[in-house]
């Protein structure tokens, strides 16, 4: 079931969406405001991960888990032009962990926090506090009902 449209306000938002496999999701960031087409960004494995950005509207998709805003509305070709160039390879600073759309996501935020672009000091708690309302939501979106739409506690 898509996200409550009328709870998205513009922003930059990290979305989870609904995996087959229980306890995982992909991670997105989208970007969003009225009357201009929402974004999203993430790491697609299509074969191999490659860097994509699309026209992806999260309050009609019928995977999203969650949207959580993370930020102020940042223009499509503005985040397109930070995050397109963040690799699609496990940083130095995760550990020797396989690289994931998580991974690229934790990397990407923390990239548009050294820009100064969202106030997300601790990746690590913004992960616990996405993965805790995923997993409360996961139930209801499998069942078609709505998932949910929160303001970080962690970023903004």
């Given at each position: 079931?898509?996200?409550?449209?009328?709870?998205?306000?513009?922003?930059?938002?990290?979305v989870l969406s609904y995996r087959m496999q229980k306890g995982t999701y992909h991670w997105l960031i989208v970007s969003t405001a009225e009357?201009?087409?929402?974004?999203?960004?993430?790491?697609?494995?299509i074969p191999g991960w490659h860097y994509e950005r699309k026209i992806w509207d999260m309050a009609r998709s019928q995977t999203s888990v969650i949207g959580v805003k993370i930020g102020e509305y940042i223009d499509a070709n503005t985040v397109?032009?930070?995050?397109?160039?963040?690799?699609?390879?496990t940083p130095?600073?995760?550990?020797?962990?396989?690289?994931?759309?998580?991974?690229?996501?934790?990397?990407?935020?923390?990239?548009?926090?050294?820009?100064?672009?969202?106030?997300?000091?601790?990746?690590?708690d913004l992960q616990a506090e996405a993965n805790r309302l995923a997993n409360l939501h996961a139930q209801d979106v499998s069942l078609g009902r709505?998932?949910?739409?929160y303001v970080s506690s962690f970023s903004a």
């Open positions: 079931m898509p996200l409550d449209a009328a709870r998205i306000v513009p922003g930059l938002y990290l009357g201009v087409s929402p974004f999203c960004f993430h790491a697609a494995q397109d032009a930070v995050l397109a160039p963040v690799p699609m390879s130095a600073e995760e550990g020797d962990v396989e690289f994931t759309c998580r991974i690229w996501v934790r990397a990407a935020i923390r990239h548009l926090h050294s820009l100064g672009m969202i106030n997300c000091p601790n990746v690590d709505f998932g949910g739409v």
